[in-house]
Each structure stands twice: as C-alpha cells, then as structure tokens.
C-alpha cells in the first residue's frame, strides 16, 4: 500500500487541537454548508462569513441554520482558522477587501482547493499557517455522507507551516467533516489543484461530451429520443457503484456480459483520444487552464454564458427533462 503513502483514518487524528477555537466558514454555498454543517456536529465553535447581506441570500441561509453569521471582516477578526469556501477565481478580490488586513500572527487560511495559493492570486502574509482540505465529493453528498455515519475520501496539503502544528490542523478539520472515517491523504498544492483541474476537464467534460455525442448519434440515425437518453445517461449509472466497488478488471469479467466486455477491451480504446489527454494535463501544469479560466471569469463568463443557453434549449436537455418526468430516477 505505499503507493497510497500514509492514509489518515479517526484513531491517527486528534480533534482536540482544534477545542476552544473559532472556524469562520467564508462562503455559505455548497460546501460551506456541509462543512461548516459537520464541523459543528463534530464539537467545533463555527461561525459563517458573508459579504453584504442585501445582496447575499447564503446570509440568511446560515442564519436559518442556526449559524451566527458576520460580514467577512468581523468573522475574520473572530476567527482563529479562516476557512475560505469561495468560488476561485471570486476569492482574490474577497481576500484583498475583506481578509487580508485582518488576518493576525498566529491565524490559519484555509482553503478547499489550491488554486488562489498555487497560482498566487492570493499571498498571504508569512506569519499565518495556510493549509488545504479538500472532501473528494460535492457537498450534499459529504453532509449526507457524514449523517449516515461515513464520510467522503479527503485529502490535505500545507503550503504554509508558521506555527508548527499546520498539519494537525488540516487533518483535525478532515476529521471534524467525517473524511478520516474512510481515509485522509497529504498531498501538495500542486498536485490537489491540478489534478483537480485535470479531472474535471477529462473526466467530466469527456464524459459529458460521450453522453452527447451519443445522443446526437443516435437520434441523427432514428433512434426515439427516449431510448437514445437512456443509452447516452441513464445506462452509466447501472455500472458504476459496481466498479468502484469492486474495481474494473473484476467488472468486466464476472459482472458484464461476455458482449460487454468484448466492446469495452476492443472498442473503447478507440473513442478515448490519449494525444489530446497528455496534451491537456500539459497545459494545466503550465497554467494555461488556469489563465483561461481567470480571463474568462473576469470577463463576465461570455463562453459560459453563452454555452449554458445554447445547451439549456438543446434537443438533448427537453428529452432528459421529459425522461426523468416519465421515468424518475430509478
């Protein structure tokens, strides 16, 4: 197993470092909520940060959560570990209005993905520990994950160690949302954000785009839309759970058919381009993703914007509406 290096799991972990302190949740969406959620649970004094609350309903979505809820100046000046759980790209311009110059000597910055710290749209001063974790799920699923006992695969990383204890800290607050109930890796900023980012861009925009493509295939040749949908989407799911639980190799020869397996091994290979794959993962270690994406978000997000209203009328999105009406999600 040392491939995996050493996995944190609840017994290798101390919760208590993290006793008597303040965790300011800067950010109130998705995984503000689970984390800052769980945390709680698990014992800790957490407060929420949000910018102007005539302009944020997450204020009164944490209010309603029975959180005590502050601009980000105040949470920051309370705050022992500040706990930012922002969209990327919206985190510099947060960080230099409202965090930075009232971080103190001896504060923790946390993060829940690496970008701001790697590519240094954010530089903290050197006399905070600035750490990162980071559940390897969404964050409904890491609150439901935690309610039922469980909890989602983590991973945390240093980037700043001025007090000496910046990795206790991480893994206290991996612990406090569940993810050393399964297991807790170390890995760098770097590796956390860029494989992040690279698996978004080829695993879940490759497969999203298979799911098109073979609807658009399908019903191009006669196919009933219906059915093409559930080929292109509904299919995948049927699979999954069962490779994750039982890995691939055994998958393939005592879960599928003999027909199954026989397309996968000979036909798959040649859907999957590995040219344009290497050719992504070198240009997210050059930051070339990451510029694209900061340019983009700071021009409004025109590509976005524009996709998402091309995609939202497409063929595609009113047969799976229309599908999951019919059908449900069984």
Request: aromatic letters at 10%; glycine letters at 10%; charged letters at 25%.
């Amino acid at each position: 197993m040392s491939q995996f290096g050493e996995i944190y799991r609840d017994e290798d972990v101390d919760i208590s470092v993290l006793h008597g302190k303040t965790i300011a949740i800067i950010g109130y969406g998705s995984q503000g909520k689970a984390q800052g959620k769980s945390l709680r649970d698990s014992g800790i004094n957490v407060i929420v940060g949000v910018g102007d609350r005539t302009v944020h309903n997450s204020w009164k979505d944490a209010e309603a959560d029975g959180f005590a809820v502050y601009d980000i100046e105040e949470a920051v000046k309370q705050a022992d570990i500040v706990h930012i759980l922002l969209q990327d790209p919206a985190q510099p311009a947060v960080y230099y209005s409202s965090i930075h110059a009232h971080l103190r000597p001896g504060q923790t910055l946390s993060f829940a993905h690496g970008f701001a710290i790697l590519y240094g749209t954010i530089k903290p001063p050197k006399d905070v520990d600035v750490i990162l974790f980071v559940p390897n799920g969404p964050g409904p699923v890491v609150r439901r994950k935690f309610k039922e006992g469980s909890g989602i695969y983590g991973a945390v990383a240093v980037d700043q160690d001025a007090s000496g204890h910046a990795a206790a800290t991480a893994l206290a607050i991996a612990k406090g949302v569940g993810s050393t109930r399964v297991g807790t890796i170390k890995l760098s900023f770097q590796h956390e954000t860029e494989g992040d980012n690279f698996e978004e861009q080829v695993l879940y925009g490759g497969a999203i785009q298979l799911m098109r493509s073979i609807y658009k295939v399908m019903t191009d040749n006669g196919y009933p839309a219906s059915f093409a949908y559930a080929k292109a989407v509904r299919s995948i799911r049927s699979i999954i759970d069962d490779i994750d639980e039982v890995g691939v190799e055994e998958y393939l020869t005592r879960r599928a058919s003999r027909t199954c397996e026989f397309a996968v091994r000979t036909s798959g290979p040649r859907v999957i381009n590995e040219d344009a794959i290497q050719q992504i993962f070198e240009e997210t270690e050059k930051g070339i993703f990451a510029r694209n994406w900061l340019n983009e978000f700071n021009l409004g997000m025109p590509t976005l914007n524009r996709m998402r209203r091309t995609w939202a009328d497409s063929d595609m999105e009113r047969t799976g509406k229309l599908f999951r009406d019919k059908f449900g999600m069984s």
